[in-house]
């Protein structure tokens, strides 16, 4: 989709709504690279709503299906990387 969008189609900007969904989608997979995949993409966001693309900012759905993912993914440090999501979230909305 933002290949789409960066060769000019205006009909095919991500937004938040649909970054979230594909982040709650990897959230519900099970697999064991959601939380990396999910993390990903909320980093993707993030530099584009640094860059001044304010449809795409992340709300606090975004980050609580990333952490999510990281819980579902069962991987050792996925304890560690939700908390990280969290202090993250926290500090975008103090």
Known sequence: MIEFSRQGNE?????????ASVIDA??????TLAGKKAESLLLEMLEQYDMGNNNVKPNTIT??????????????????RAEAILQRMEEQYK
């Open 63 to 80: 980050y609580n299906s990333v952490i999510d993912a990281w819980a579902n993914s069962k991987v050792p440090n996925a304890g560690i």
């Open 11 to 19: 009909d095919m900007h991500p937004n938040t709504i649909t970054y």
């Open 26 to 31: 990897w959230a519900k997979s099970g697999d």
